[in-house]
C-alpha cells in the first residue's frame, strides 16, 4: 500500500499497518521471536543461548535449586542425599572431625575420650602400664625385668660388633668399612706418614724418598717456588722477577691481578669474580671428589672411584687377599685361604711335587725327585730335561736349553722394538705402538698444542697457529669488535674506538632515532635515521599520533624500523638501538597522508617470539598492522607491493565475532559492521539487477611480513551464497570462494581491513583485525573466557565474589564435552584447575581461593583430546576475586601475566 505503515520486523516478518499481525518480541536472550526463557534458576536458557535450562543451579546431588552441598568430609550431603552433613567423617568416639583414634591397645583413645593412648594395655614383661620394653637386640629389658638394654657398638649399633680400629675409625660390623683400610698411607702403611708431595710422588715416611726431592721449578732449582706466570715467563722464586709483572693481567690492567682460572674465567683483581672453587685434586672447577675409598679420585687424579681399597675380589672396602697359593682367597670369594695349595701328598704349602719320573717326590715323601725313572735322554736318573720349547737338553744331550725372549719366554718372538720397549710375541704389543707421536709417526715430535691441535713433528702445522687472533699472534687476546676492526691485545687499537655515531663521535650516542636538531625551524621532532640524516616533521603538518609497539628477541639491537612517505620515500620516523626481550613504546606523529611502515633485523632471522603493532594513539588505539609473535624469518617485515597505511582512519570494521579469529576455514563468511550510508543505497524488495554493483564493503587481506595482499570487494547487486537479502548482506564475504591463484593460504596469521564504498567513492580503510584459515584449530578451537561486549556472560576483565553467586563463563565449544578453567599469579605456588562439563564455573569451592587477581584461560575437551593439543590453552583474561574467607594476597606482590608468553606483551 502506498504509504502504508507495514514494515519487516526482526524475524524478517511483513508486521503492523494493514497487515493485522504485531511485531515479533524478543526471548531474555533478545533475539526476535526466539525460543529462549528464563529457567527454574532464574537464567535465560534455551534457544540461542547455548545453555540447557536449568542446567546451571544444579545442586552437588543433581536436584534444581537443591540445597545439597559438600560438607567438611569432601561429601555431597543434605538436600535430597539422605546423608546427614559432616556424618561421614566422625572419629571413632563420635565426634564430627574429632581427633580421637583406636590406639596400639585396640582401643579408642585421645580426642575428647579422656584415655591416653595406648594407656590400657600391659608391657612386654606382662605387666599393665608396665615400663619394660623390647631394646634394639629383641630383648625384653627395662621396667620389672630386671635386665638393661644391649650396649650400642661404636655404630650405634646395640649388641654390633663395631668397633675402633687402629685409624681411630669406628669400622666392622655394619659400617662397611674394613678395619684399618682408612688411614692406609699412599705406601700402604697402616697410620703412615707417607703422601703424595707437590711432585705428584709418594715419599716421606717408610718410602725412602725425601719430599720434593723430585721436581725443580722452571728455574732449575730443586723444590723452588718459581713458576711459568700468566705472562708465559718463569717468574718467582730465586728468578728476580715479579709474577705477571711483564705484562697486563686478562682484564687489561698493567700488573693488574686478575687471571684466568681453570675454568678459563678472568677473575680475581678488578674483575670482581672470584675463582671457580677448587675440588679435593686441587684442581679449580675440577670433578675429582672423594670417593668410598676415602680417596680423592676421579677429574684429573688419574685414579678411578672406588679403585685403591678393593680387595683382590673388586670389593670396595673387602677383606679377600693373596694367599700363599697365589689366589685370592677369604673375604667374599667363598674360598679358604691357602686351601688351594696342598702338595701331591695332601700336605698344605708342602714342597712335594710330581717329578719327571711322574712320581709325588721330593718334600715329606722321602723320594729323590726323578730318582725312579730315566731322563728324556734315556739316561737313568740322568739329568737331561725338556725345556719350554719342547726340547730334550743338557745331560747328555750336548743340548743347550732355548733361549728367552725378552718377555721371559723361552724360545719366544718378542723384542725390544724402536720404542725401546718389548713387544711382539706374548706381550700383546704391537711393535713400535707405545712411542707414536699424535700424527702416528715412531718417535716423532709432534704433540697436541695449546690450541688442542696435532701440530709440530711431520704434520706441518706449526705449533699453536690455529689458534691465533685476528692480529696473527698465538693465544692472543685480539678480537673483532663492534667496529668490526681486530682490536685489543698487541693491536694498538682500543676496541670500538674506530666507529663513530652519527656526528663522528667514536663511540658516541648520537645513534639513529635519538633526537637532533636539523637546523630547520620550521620542523619538529628531529632525529637521526638510519643513514644518520638528521630529518623533522614540519610545524602544523603533525596531526596523526600513532604509537609503535616492538618487542624484540635475545637481540634487540639487531632490530629497527622506518615509516616512509609512499608519495616521496622520504624517512617520516625511524628506530633503532632497543634492549633484549623487552617491550618498547615509540610515540609518533605524523601528517595526514600515506606511508609504509618496514621492520628490519639486521641478522636475518626475524624476531623469535617478538613482532610489533602499530596503532593510533590512545588507550588502547585502532589497529593498523598486527604482526605480534608472527615476525620469525627474514630481515624485513613490510606489506607486499609497496603498499602501506593511510592517514586518518576510517570506521569500516570487522564485527567483534570476526576479529581475531584463528580458526576459519574456506567458505566461512568473515563479516563488517554495516554502514548508513551504504544501507541507504539499498533499494528494498529489489532484484539482484536493480541493486548498485558499486556500493558495498571491500575486503583486503594481506600478510604484515608480505608475500601475500589481495583485495575483493563485496557489493549489493551479487549475494557470494549468503541467504538473506537486505541492505547488510555486503556485509559478508565468503572466504576463497574467488579464483584458486588469489586464495588466502592456511596456517598463516593474516590481517585483514575493510572500506565502504558508496556509489563508486571509496571511504578510508577502517581498523586491523588478525585473521587465520586452520582447519584442524577449527575442528577442536581455542576458547577463553566469555569477551563479547554486552554478553550477558560477559566473564573477561571483571571483578567476581567468592560464593554462590560468582559464576564465570566462557565461549561454548560445539561438542566439547569438559571445559577446564586455570587460575594463575605469582602468589600460587602451582596453578588451580577446574574441569568442568559444562562452560560455567561457580567460584564455590573448597579450599577458596584468596581475595586478589588472577590470570585465567580455558581450555574445551572434545573428540578425546584437549583443544588443540595436550597444554594449547586460550587467551588469557584478568578476573579479580574479592569476598573470599581464604587468606588475603599481598597486592604489592601480584605479577600481571598476559597473553603474550613468554615476551613482554602489547596491551
Not at 704389543?429 to 697436541?448: E, H, K, M, W, Y
Request: aromatic share 6%; hydrophobic share 25%.
Amino acid at each position: 500500500m502506498v504509504n502504508g505503515t507495514a514494515f519487516i520486523d526482526a524475524c524478517n516478518n511483513c508486521v503492523g499497518g494493514t497487515t493485522g499481525q504485531t511485531p515479533c518480541s524478543n526471548d531474555c536472550a533478545g533475539v526476535p521471536g526466539g525460543t529462549a526463557s528464563i529457567d527454574q534458576c532464574n537464567v535465560c536458557s534455551g534457544g540461542t543461548t547455548g545453555i540447557t535450562p536449568n542446567s546451571t543451579c544444579t545442586d552437588c546431588a543433581g536436584v534444581i535449586n537443591g540445597s545439597a552441598s559438600i560438607d567438611q568430609c569432601n561429601v555431597c550431603s543434605g538436600g535430597t542425599t539422605g546423608i546427614t552433613p559432616n556424618s561421614t567423617c566422625t572419629d571413632c568416639a563420635g565426634v564430627i572431625n574429632g581427633s580421637a583414634s583406636i590406639d596400639q591397645c585396640n582401643e579408642c583413645s585421645g580426642g575428647t575420650t579422656g584415655i591416653t593412648p595406648n594407656s590400657s594395655c600391659t608391657d612386654c614383661a606382662g605387666v599393665v602400664n608396665g615400663t619394660a620394653f623390647i631394646d634394639n637386640c629383641q630383648n625384653c629389658v627395662g621396667g620389672t625385668t630386671g635386665q638393661t638394654p644391649c650396649a650400642n657398638d661404636c655404630a650405634g649399633v646395640p649388641g654390633g660388633s663395631a668397633s675402633i680400629d687402629q685409624c681411630n675409625v669406628c669400622s666392622g660390623g655394619t659400617t662397611g668399612i674394613t678395619p684399618n683400610s682408612t688411614c692406609l698411607d699412599c705406601a700402604g702403611v697402616i697410620n703412615g706418614s707417607a703422601s703424595i708431595d707437590q711432585c705428584n710422588v709418594c715419599s716421606g715416611g717408610t718410602t725412602g724418598i725425601t719430599p720434593n726431592s723430585t721436581c725443580t721449578d722452571c728455574a732449575g732449582v730443586i723444590n723452588g717456588t718459581a713458576s711459568i706466570d700468566q705472562c708465559n715467563v718463569c717468574s718467582g722464586g730465586n728468578t728476580g722477577i715479579t709474577p705477571n709483572s711483564t705484562c697486563t693481567d686478562c682484564a687489561g690492567v698493567i700488573n693488574g691481578t686478575a687471571f684466568i682460572d681453570n675454568c678459563q674465567n678472568c677473575v680475581g683483581g678488578t674483575t670482581g669474580q672470584t675463582p671457580c672453587s677448587n675440588d679435593c685434586a686441587g684442581v679449580p672447577g675440577g670433578t675429582a671428589s672423594i670417593d668410598q675409598c676415602n680417596v680423592c679420585s676421579g677429574g684429573t687424579t688419574g685414579i678411578t672411584p672406588n679403585s685403591t681399597c678393593l680387595d683382590c675380589a673388586g670389593v670396595i672396602n673387602g677383606s679377600a687377599s693373596i694367599d700363599q697359593c697365589n689366589v685370592c682367597s677369604g673375604g667374599t670369594t667363598g674360598i679358604t685361604p691357602n686351601s688351594t695349595c696342598t702338595d701331591c701328598s695332601g700336605v698344605i704349602n708342602g714342597s712335594a711335587s710330581i717329578d719327571q719320573c711322574n712320581v709325588c717326590s721330593g718334600g715329606t715323601t722321602g723320594i729323590t725327585p726323578n730318582s725312579s725313572c730315566t731322563d728324556c735322554a734315556g739316561v737313568i736318573n740322568g739329568t737331561a730335561f725338556i725345556d719350554n720349547c719342547q726340547n730334550c737338553v743338557g745331560g747328555t744331550t750336548g743340548q743347550t736349553p732355548c733361549a728367552n725372549d725378552c718377555a721371559g719366554v723361552p724360545g719366544g718372538t718378542a723384542s725390544i722394538d724402536q720404542c725401546n720397549v718389548c713387544s711382539g710375541g706374548t706381550t700383546g704389543i704391537p711393535p713400535n705402538s707405545t712411542c707414536l707421536d699424535c700424527a702416528g709417526v715412531i718417535n716423532g715430535s709432534a704433540s697436541i698444542d695449546q690450541c688442542n691441535v696435532y701440530s709440530g713433528g711431520t704434520t706441518g702445522i706449526t705449533p699453536n697457529s690455529t689458534c691465533a687472533d685476528c692480529a696473527g699472534i698465538p693465544n692472543g687476546s685480539a678480537s673483532i669488535d663492534q667496529c668490526n676492526v681486530c682490536s685489543g691485545g698487541t693491536t694498538g687499537v682500543v676496541p670500538n674506538s674506530t666507529c663513530a655515531d652519527c656526528e663522528g663521535v667514536p663511540n658516541g650516542t648520537a645513534l639513529p632515532g635519538t633526537a637532533c636538531d636539523d637546523g630547520n625551524a620550521n620542523t619538529d621532532y628531529d632525529a637521526y635515521n638510519n643513514n644518520c640524516q638528521c630529518v623533522g616533521i614540519p610545524i602544523g603538518g603533525c596531526t596523526e599520533n600513532l604509537t609503535l609497539e616492538l618487542v624484540t628477541d635475545d637481540s634487540g639491537n639487531e632490530t629497527s624500523w622506518e615509516i616512509r612517505d609512499l608519495g616521496t620515500n622520504a624517512v617520516a620516523a625511524s628506530g633503532s638501538g632497543y634492549q633484549d626481550n623487552a617491550l618498547s613504546t615509540v610515540d609518533i606523529c605524523l601528517a595526514e597522508g600515506c606511508y609504509r611502515l618496514e621492520v628490519f633485523d639486521s641478522s636475518g632471522d626475524g624476531i623469535a617470539g617478538g613482532g610489533y603493532i602499530l596503532r593510533t594513539a590512545g588507550n588502547p588505539g585502532s589497529r593498523i598492522i598486527d604482526n605480534r609473535n608472527n615476525f620469525t624469518t627474514g630481515g624485513s617485515s613490510a606489506i607486499a607491493n609497496g603498499e602501506g597505511f593511510c592517514l586518518p582512519l576510517g570506521i569500516s570494521r570487522l564485527i567483534f565475532n570476526s576479529c581475531d579469529k584463528l580458526d576459519y576455514v574456506n567458505n566461512n563468511y568473515m563479516v563488517a559492521n554495516d554502514e548508513a550510508a551504504v544501507n541507504a543505497v539499498w533499494v528494498v524488495n529489489g532484484a539482484n539487477s536493480v541493486q548498485s554493483s558499486s556500493t558495498g564493503y571491500e575486503f583486503w587481506f594481506f600478510n604484515p611480513n608480505g608475500g601475500y595482499s589481495f583485495r575483493r570487494f563485496r557489493s549489493h547487486s551479487t549475494s557470494d551464497g549468503y541467504p538473506a537479502t537486505g541492505p547488510t548482506r555486503a556485509c559478508h564475504i565468503r572466504l576463497n570462494s574467488w579464483a584458486t591463484s588469489n586464495h588466502i593460504p592456511a596456517f598463516v596469521l593474516m590481517n585483514a581491513r575493510v572500506r565502504s564504498r558508496v556509489l563508486g567513492v571509496n571511504n578510508e580503510w577502517g581498523p586491523a583485525c588478525r585473521f587465520k584459515i586452520d582447519p584442524v584449530r577449527a575442528a577442536c578451537p581455542l576458547t577463553q573466557l566469555e569477551n563479547l561486549p554486552g554478553s550477558q556472560f560477559y566473564s573477561c576483565n571483571v571483578s567476581r565474589t567468592w560464593g554462590s553467586n560468582g559464576v564465570l563463563y566462557c565461549k561454548k565449544v560445539t561438542d566439547a564435552t569438559q571445559y577446564q578453567f586455570r587460575f594463575r599469579n605469582a602468589e600460587l605456588v602451582n596453578p588451580v584447575v577446574r574441569t568442568r562439563t559444562t562452560w560455567n564455573l561457580q567460584l564455590n569451592w573448597t579450599p577458596a581461593l584468596p581475595n586478589g587477581t588472577y590470570q585465567v584461560d580455558v581450555r574445551a575437551f572434545k573428540n578425546g583430546q584437549w583443544c588443540i593439543s595436550g597444554d594449547e590453552w586460550g587467551e588469557t583474561c584478568l578476573v579479580t576475586i574479592t569476598g573470599s574467607s581464604a587468606m588475603v594476597v599481598n597486592p604489592s606482590n601480584l605479577k600481571w601475566v598476559v597473553s603474550w608468553i613468554p615476551k613482554p606483551s602489547f596491551s
